[in-house]
Each structure stands twice: as C-alpha cells, then as structure tokens.
C-alpha cells in the first residue's frame, strides 16, 4: 500500500512541474481531494524526491499568490455572464 500511495505522490509531483497546474486543477485531473493532493506533494515527496519536491514548491508557492488574482477574475467573468 505505501509503495502505491509513494508512487502517487511522484506521479503528482511530476504533473505539477509538467503543467504547472494548481492543487484543484490536478485534483480535479487525478479525481482525488486536494487535501490529499496537497499532502502527497508537501509531505510525502519530501521525504521520497527532495529535488522534486523544492521545484514543486516553487510551482505551489507561485500559484498560490497569484490565487487572489484568479479568482478576481472569474468573479469579474461571473458578472460580465449574468449582464
């Protein structure tokens, strides 16, 4: 079983540096929580992939400040719709 969940979380890490997606969006692709998403890439490949883990980080961090600005955004589309 850690041997799948191990293998989950690289497969993930490796989609996120690929895509540069956000937790929701490989959530969503991978049909499994974010939290658990989150988890797998911030706690588990620490221990298994270092290196992969900092470069994931990086991605995460980024789109984690510029969340505010997405979500501006589709509120604004939200609107724009509704008129």
């Known amino acids: 079983m850690n041997f799948i969940i191990n293998q ?3 497969a993930l ?3 996120i540096l690929k895509t540069r997606q956000t937790v929701r969006q490989v959530a969503g692709v991978y049909g499994i929580s974010k939290s658990t998403v989150h988890f797998d890439v911030s706690n588990r490949l620490k221990k298994i992939d270092f290196n992969l ?3 994931v980080k990086k ?3 980024k789109n984690f400040k ?3 600005l997405r979500g501006g955004e589709a ?3 939200k609107y724009l719709k509704n008129k």
């Open 8 to 10: 989950r979380a690289v």
């Open 13 to 15: 890490g490796k989609f």
């Open 53 to 55: 883990y900092i470069k």
């Open 59 to 61: 991605i995460l961090e």
């Open 66 to 68: 510029e969340k505010h």
């Open 75 to 77: 509120t604004r589309k």
